[in-house]
């Protein structure tokens, strides 16, 4: 069990989206710890995407709040909850194909890059110092991840295991407190899935929370502290994942009921 | 060569007030955002030198700074306005804009007459326009004093628009044209840079449009109708609108293309016309693609070590 802390970082409370007629959610709940990978599972069409793009700033909340650090982020704009420390990636890699692999992973490390418009312009040293920064910490964010080599490739010009790892380092770049994975794994061999979990584990180290949507079970089951699933929209079980594993509805949902 | 120079000056004179412009609507188009309204600022400038100069003996460098600001002054509201909207409406509303200016240029002194008492009082002169006195231009190295103005213009812009380009901003604009939204969740403002790149390339426009009134002399609102704007985006899509070279190129062409097609008489236009259609349906990229550029590299430099892949 992961001891309990007195103020979780993510926070859900009673969530609900509603697209039309159809309820992609309702009345959702769960708390996040700080520190904690949190799994978030459930079949296809749970609703697991719906709430991550609504953590992340991309849809707006039907009901509920979302609190961030104590703090109400729901209702903010993308940009603004990034600035709060919200990075992501995307079920469909995202990266800017045109630009190459370096470029994708400083425009993370936007927010911390400094110099005006004039600045910039009249090449200043501040400019200038802080695009050398930008570029030395995305290098050591590519070394880490084992893709320095790949710096200067545009990024349309990789695998796919390697777009989502540097979409990963780009998430990283904006230096979140929560991190927001939706299937990392998807397309990934079992060495290269490997390879992911032992480095979102190493991740854990410094700090970082996670919320992990992942179709791969072993993966979850081996990394999460915490384990929510969701079915149709609504949050069937919560636990630590021996518990969810044997808990009837997930079995249900997942397999079937006679 | 100076002989060259001095038989084409009106043309060459073109060309760089084409690139000009084809450079204040690729600001916007590298950002992703269709905006026509080019022809529109173009009109704002070259107004606002014409009827500075005609009214008053203020000299044409103070012109030229009060058309580039009253250009960004108007594209800041204008901007914040429209760019919430995207593709064919953010092009029609922008082609709107162009028809407002265009039809208050026509009209405007009729706008005068509701603030004066002199009903003699004639600043737009309609469709007519204004039009502005010859003055024999003097030579000073080589190249006449009104085309020095529109060279140095066009290479600070130049200037500046390589400088974004490889700085944050220039990588910024280039996430919003690739997926505004995975810019939004690194942070990116986009409606901030969005707005950023629409108040420049207004301002480049206002400003090609005021060092055009000395070229063109004869400031009429039929110069900025619907088909300016969208010669000035033929610029930015023949040339390329991924890098600044783009523009330069496709206005180059552009310009040219018709002088030098010339001993066609005729058929010329049909030439011209052909011209533009191949190049569009074999470079999408535009003449500037890097595909391009990579052949020529590999063509005159030798080759480097293996680059990892």
Not at chain 2, 199 to 218: D, F, T
């Amino acid at each position: 069990m992961i001891p309990e802390q007195p103020k979780p970082l993510l926070e859900i409370r009673n969530v609900a989206r509603v697209f039309g007629g159809l309820k992609a959610l309702e009345n959702v709940s769960f708390n996040v710890p700080r520190g904690a990978i949190c799994g978030l599972i459930g079949p296809n069409g749970a609703g697991k995407t719906t709430l991550i793009n609504m953590i992340s700033g991309l849809g707006p909340l039907s009901e509920g709040a979302i609190l961030l650090d104590g703090q109400l982020i729901s209702g903010l704009a993308p940009h603004k909850i990034a600035e709060r420390g919200v990075g992501r990636t995307f079920q469909n890699i995202r990266l800017f194909g045109d630009l190459s692999v370096l470029e994708n992973v400083i425009l993370g490390h936007h927010l911390r890059q400094r110099g005006t418009l004039i600045e910039t312009l009249l090449r200043l040293p501040r400019s200038r110092s802080s695009e050398r920064d930008s570029r030395t910490a995305a290098l050591k964010l590519l070394a880490i991840l084992g893709m320095e080599h790949l710096a200067n490739v545009q990024a349309r010009a990789l695998s796919y295991g390697d777009q989502r790892r540097v979409e990963i380092a780009r998430a990283l770049a904006l230096g979140p407190s929560l991190l927001l994975l939706d299937e990392p794994a998807a397309g990934m061999n079992s060495t290269e899935t490997d390879g992911l979990c032992e480095f979102l584990l190493s991740l854990r180290e410094s700090s970082l929370t996670i919320l992990i949507i992942e179709h791969d079970m072993d993966m979850i089951m081996r990394m999460s502290d915490l384990v929510v699933v969701l079915n149709f929209g609504l949050k069937i079980a919560e636990g630590p994942p021996d518990f969810v594993r044997n808990e009837p509805h997930v079995i249900e949902a997942y397999l079937g009921s006679e | 060569m100076l002989e060259f120079v001095s038989n084409n000056i009106s043309t060459i004179n073109f060309i760089l007030i084409n690139i000009a412009l084809g450079l204040s609507i690729y600001i916007t188009l590298a950002t992703g955002l269709l905006s026509l309204s080019n022809a529109g600022f173009m009109a704002i400038g070259a107004y606002t030198v014409a009827i500075i100069s005609t009214q008053s003996n203020i000299p044409f460098i103070v012109g030229l700074m009060a058309a580039i600001a009253l250009g960004v002054a108007l594209a800041l509201p204008i901007g914040m306005l429209v760019l919430g909207l995207r593709d064919i409406y953010l092009a029609i509303a922008t082609l709107g804009f162009g028809e407002i200016v265009r039809i208050i240029a026509l009209n405007g002194d009729k706008v005068v007459h509701l603030f004066s008492q002199n009903r003699e009082l004639i600043i737009f002169n309609g469709a007519e326009g204004i039009t502005l006195t010859y003055r024999t231009p003097t030579i000073i190295l080589g190249l006449p004093d009104t085309t020095w103005p529109i060279l140095i213009y066009v290479i600070v812009i130049v200037y500046i628009l390589a400088t974004l380009h490889n700085s944050r901003f220039g990588r910024i604009l280039a996430s919003i044209r690739q997926d505004e939204t995975a810019a939004s969740t690194l942070g990116v403002n986009v409606v901030h840079y969005k707005l950023l790149a629409f108040v420049l390339g207004s301002a480049i426009a206002a400003g090609a449009g005021a060092l055009s009134a000395p070229i063109v002399r004869v400031i009429d609102p039929h110069n900025y109708v619907f088909s300016r704007g969208v010669d000035i985006l033929a610029y930015a899509v023949l040339g390329g609108m991924t890098h600044w070279v783009g523009p330069i190129l496709g206005a180059t062409v552009l310009t040219s293309l018709p002088e030098a097609l010339r001993f066609l008489k005729d058929q010329r236009d049909i030439v011209n016309g052909l011209i533009i259609m191949l190049s569009i349906i074999y470079l999408p990229a535009g003449l500037a693609d890097p595909r391009i550029w990579g052949l020529f590299k590999r063509l005159v430099s030798f080759p480097k070590r293996e680059r990892v892949s």
